[in-house]
């Protein structure tokens, strides 16, 4: 499979193909003579007519041009349906803090207001709301006809604003219709600062100018499109292909080792195939490293999207792929399944495996996660007690409890998150947590209560503050939970999710260095105690720069995603450092939860909105800081908040205690 081919025009009409080099001169057309009425559209492949220069630029990009302008807000409404979309679902874009980049003093940006007769009843528009105040309002007229976009001068009205609160943009209808047809991120508002636009559910970011992805977690990019803005007219150029595939893996090198696949030795080794390993390959390609790499995994599948196990437990491995088996092959990244190293030799650079095989590396990554605790108790061998790890451990696991009665050990993220999906499909479900509530020491008491009444309402039942003393059954087979408290729960099923450990006992003699929790420390760099080895994933502690470089350690998807690319990057000796705000999220009964920050040890939780109605965002803070923000129903303000920390500012408890939240958007003190 060969990347996809990304062509855009350089101003003066070169052609840019996927490798950035120009190819050709498109000619120039003549424009066409104004029409009171817009030509009737004709059939077979869209061609956008783009008279006068050219000038590649993101559909981000004209927003951010657009705020530069004075626009605070960009709203829309429905009518009938479109060719370009139907899955438009945003009501407003929030634009909290301008992208910092000095005007050039030439903005062919005309923000105007058509006449009622261009709105069709068919289509979908967007609005342009100025800011409140105005004050910084650009004045607004029409383009004069006849120059072209480079000799185009702004509307040089003396009138404090030509537009009302509200006015309709040809512009902005074309843009919102190709962020809709090439992202997600555009159902909902999303957050625009710095540059960037974060999307509002999962916290990844993406470069308003190329649309690259910036910030994790996920693997492609946006598409860029040319944008040309004249008189009341935006012309787009976009392949259909571009359209369709709503994402973009940017450009990358191919393997040219001549030994690769028949070689004892490697450029490159990583150890182990979940986010981080895999991100650290593809960076390693992004940044056109062309030599061998070689991934090793303990599954027998190839890299997937493990959170989902445990939120969608009958999903097939094949669903759960990051990448095709295509993907690998094209760029040359050798993956080996079902291999388990057994030593490292860090002064000879070679690594054993289980099977006796050895490979040599120049550059190694561990990124070997975690291994899932099991219960100590009496029973705990016997038939139907599952942790989940795999595709096969979760689907067991459905499959088995349908119509029969679940015990879920453990209140966690995974123990909630199988109860929530099990509870149309088994007969009964309860949970069994040590502590008085669920996601306690996470999301504090408060939070975590008002979670366990939502699943009391979809029939769980808790068993709090006790811990299993039995398990017992019949010819093998679980039949009861025995508690410490005494009380016997009926179960036939029984998923353990109690935490996980390091998976790195194979390291013990390796000379690389383990703390006493068998974590592997790095540096902001993800490197180890040994040079030329690195780590990353869910079994490292690093310094969390934000939080004064206190080592920690964060077993998020996101925190792998950067992880990975952040070691990539110093293989190559590029220097980079780990600066990614921790984000997560989870789903629970249709609700989603999001998470940033780091709140472990927070001293008070404040609460805005209903706890009752599961509509809050809670603020996590330790003395005078805000440390994390935890939200339902709340969208954005979670990715507005890990935009804010992003920044490197500190959000102080007496800005969240008001409930005034001026200060996400810059207008606070």
Same mark, same amino acid.
């Given at each position: 499979?060969?990347?996809?081919?990304?062509?855009?025009?350089?101003? @003066?009409?070169?052609?840019?193909?996927?490798?950035?080099?120009?190819?050709?001169?498109?000619?120039?057309?003549?424009?066409?003579?104004?029409? /009171?009425? &817009?030509?009737?559209?004709?059939?077979?492949?869209?061609?956008?007519?783009?008279?006068?220069?050219?000038?590649?630029? %993101?559909?981000?990009?004209?927003?951010?041009?657009?705020?530069?302008?004075?626009?605070?807000?960009? %709203?829309?409404?429905?009518?009938?349906?479109?060719?370009?979309?139907?899955?438009?679902?945003?009501?407003?874009?929030?634009? +909290?803090?301008?992208?910092?980049? &000095?005007?050039?003093?030439?903005?062919?940006? *005309?923000?105007?207001?058509?006449?009622?007769?261009?709105?069709?009843?068919?289509?979908?528009?967007?609005?342009?709301?100025?800011?409140?105040?105005?004050?910084? +309002?650009?004045?607004?007229?029409?383009?004069?006809?006849?120059?072209?976009?480079?000799?185009?001068?702004?509307?040089? %009205?003396?009138?404090?604003? /030509? +537009?009302?609160?509200?006015?309709?943009?040809?512009?902005?209808?074309?843009?919102?219709?190709?962020?809709?047809?090439? %992202?997600?991120?555009?159902?909902? /508002?999303?957050?625009?600062?710095?540059?960037?636009?974060?999307?509002?559910?999962?916290?990844?970011?993406? #470069?308003?100018?190329?649309?690259?992805?910036?910030?994790? &977690?996920?693997?492609?990019?946006?598409?860029?499109?040319?944008?040309?803005? !004249?008189?009341?007219?935006?012309?787009?150029? /976009?392949?259909?292909?571009?359209?369709?595939?709503?994402?973009? $893996?940017?450009?990358?090198?191919?393997?040219?080792?001549?030994?690769?696949?028949?070689?004892?030795?490697?450029?490159?080794?990583?150890?182990?195939?979940?986010?981080?390993?895999?991100? +650290?390959?593809?960076?390693?390609?992004?940044?056109? =490293?062309?030599?061998?790499?070689?991934?090793?995994?303990?599954?027998?599948?190839?890299?997937?999207?493990?959170?989902?196990?445990?939120?969608?437990?009958?999903?097939?491995?094949?669903?759960?792929?990051?990448?095709?088996?295509?993907?690998?092959?094209?760029?040359?990244?050798?993956?080996?399944?079902?291999?388990?190293?057994?030593? *490292?030799?860090?002064?000879?650079?070679?690594?054993?495996?289980?099977?006796?095989?050895?490979?040599?590396?120049?550059?190694?990554?561990?990124?070997?996660?975690?291994?899932?605790?099991?219960?100590?108790?009496?029973?705990?061998?016997?038939? #139907?007690? =599952?942790?989940?790890?795999?595709?096969?451990?979760?689907?067991?696991?459905?499959?088995?409890?349908?119509?029969? #009665?679940?015990?879920?050990?453990?209140?966690?993220?995974?123990?909630?998150?199988?109860?929530?999906?099990?509870?149309?499909?088994?007969?009964?479900?309860?949970?069994?947590?040590?502590?008085?509530?669920?996601?306690?020491?996470?999301?504090?008491?408060?939070?975590?209560?008002?979670?366990?009444?939502?699943?009391?309402?979809?029939?769980?039942?808790?068993?709090?503050?006790?811990?299993?003393?039995?398990?017992?059954?019949? !010819?093998?087979?679980?039949?009861?939970?025995?508690?410490?408290?005494?009380?016997?729960?009926?179960?036939?099923?029984?998923?353990?999710?109690?935490?996980?450990?390091?998976?790195?006992?194979?390291?013990?003699?390796?000379?690389?260095?383990?703390?006493?929790?068998?974590?592997? &420390?790095?540096?902001?760099?993800?490197?180890?105690?040994?040079?030329?080895?690195?780590?990353?994933?869910?079994?490292?502690?690093?310094?969390?720069?934000?939080? #004064?470089?206190?080592?920690?350690?964060?077993?998020?998807?996101?925190?792998?995603?950067?992880?990975?690319? *952040?070691?990539?990057?110093?293989?190559?000796?590029?220097?980079?450092?780990?600066?990614?705000?921790?984000?997560?999220?989870?789903?629970?009964? @249709?609700?989603?939860?999001?998470?940033?920050?780091?709140?472990?040890?927070?001293?008070?939780?404040?609460?805005?909105?209903?706890? !009752?109605?599961?509509?809050?965002?809670?603020?996590?803070?330790?003395?005078?800081?805000?440390?994390?923000?935890?939200?339902?129903?709340?969208?954005?303000?979670?990715?507005?908040?890990?935009? *804010?920390?992003?920044?490197?500012?500190?959000?102080?408890?007496?800005?969240?205690?008001?409930?005034?939240?001026?200060?996400? $958007? @810059?207008?606070?003190?």
């Amino acid at each position: 499979m060969s990347p996809t081919a990304h062509h855009l025009l350089r101003p @003066g009409g070169a052609v840019l193909g996927a490798a950035g080099s120009p190819a050709a001169v498109q000619p120039q057309r003549q424009p066409r003579p104004a029409r /009171a009425s &817009p030509p009737p559209r004709a059939r077979g492949p869209k061609r956008f007519p783009s008279p006068g220069p050219r000038r590649a630029q %993101s559909p981000l990009q004209v927003l951010e041009q657009l705020q530069q302008d004075g626009i605070s807000s960009i %709203s829309k409404a429905f009518r009938g349906s479109s060719p370009m979309g139907d899955a438009l679902g945003l009501r407003q874009l929030p634009i +909290c803090a301008p992208a910092c980049r &000095p005007s050039s003093g030439h903005s062919p940006w *005309v923000a105007v207001s058509p006449s009622p007769n261009q709105w069709s009843s068919r289509s979908r528009w967007c609005c342009l709301r100025k800011n409140e105040a105005r004050r910084s +309002c650009r004045p607004v007229g029409r383009a004069a006809p006849g120059p072209t976009r480079a000799t185009a001068r702004p509307a040089t %009205s003396t009138r404090r604003s /030509a +537009c009302p609160p509200l006015t309709p943009t040809p512009a902005l209808r074309i843009v919102w219709r190709l962020l809709s047809a090439t %992202s997600r991120i555009s159902r909902m /508002a999303s957050v625009l600062s710095r540059g960037r636009v974060r999307c509002p559910w999962h916290g990844a970011c993406f #470069n308003i100018s190329t649309g690259d992805l910036e910030d994790f &977690p996920g693997l492609d990019s946006l598409h860029k499109f040319q944008v040309k803005i !004249e008189k009341e007219k935006v012309y787009v150029r /976009a392949s259909k292909q571009a359209l369709q595939l709503q994402r973009r $893996t940017k450009v990358m090198a191919k393997c040219i080792s001549p030994s690769a696949g028949y070689s004892s030795s490697t450029n490159v080794l990583i150890v182990g195939a979940g986010a981080a390993g895999l991100v +650290c390959a593809e960076t390693l390609r992004q940044e056109g =490293f062309s030599d061998r790499i070689v991934l090793c995994t303990l599954d027998r599948h190839l890299p997937y999207d493990r959170p989902k196990l445990s939120k969608s437990l009958d999903t097939q491995p094949e669903q759960l792929a990051l990448r095709p088996k295509e993907f690998f092959r094209a760029y040359g990244i050798e993956v080996l399944t079902e291999a388990q190293v057994v030593t *490292v030799d860090v002064r000879n650079k070679k690594v054993v495996f289980k099977d006796g095989f050895k490979l040599e590396y120049s550059k190694l990554l561990l990124a070997p996660g975690s291994s899932p605790r099991t219960l100590s108790c009496k029973g705990k061998e016997m038939e #139907n007690v =599952f942790t989940i790890r795999t595709p096969e451990d979760a689907n067991r696991v459905v499959r088995l409890a349908r119509g029969r #009665n679940v015990v879920i050990v453990g209140a966690g993220f995974l123990g909630m998150e199988v109860a929530a999906y099990l509870t149309e499909k088994a007969h009964s479900v309860s949970v069994v947590e040590l502590e008085e509530t669920p996601f306690r020491r996470f999301l504090g008491e408060r939070v975590g209560r008002a979670l366990m009444k939502m699943f009391e309402n979809n029939r769980v039942k808790f068993y709090m503050q006790t811990e299993v003393s039995e398990l017992r059954g019949q !010819e093998g087979k679980l039949k009861e939970v025995v508690l410490k408290s005494s009380k016997v729960v009926r179960a036939d099923v029984c998923v353990v999710g109690i935490g996980a450990v390091a998976a790195t006992g194979f390291l013990r003699q390796s000379g690389i260095g383990l703390d006493s929790r068998g974590f592997i &420390p790095v540096n902001k760099m993800m490197q180890t105690n040994v040079p030329g080895v690195f780590a990353a994933g869910d079994a490292v502690t690093f310094p969390l720069a934000w939080r #004064n470089n206190r080592k920690v350690n964060i077993p998020h998807w996101q925190m792998a995603h950067a992880q990975g690319r *952040v070691a990539a990057q110093n293989m190559l000796a590029q220097e980079a450092e780990m600066n990614t705000v921790p984000y997560l999220w989870t789903a629970m009964f @249709g609700k989603s939860l999001r998470y940033a920050g780091y709140g472990e040890g927070f001293d008070d939780v404040i609460i805005q909105g209903d706890l !009752e109605e599961l509509k809050f965002v809670a603020f996590y803070t330790k003395g005078d800081e805000v440390i994390a923000v935890a939200s339902m129903n709340y969208d954005p303000i979670v990715s507005k908040v890990a935009e *804010v920390l992003a920044s490197g500012r500190a959000i102080r408890k007496r800005e969240v205690e008001t409930g005034d939240m001026s200060w996400l $958007t @810059g207008k606070g003190s």
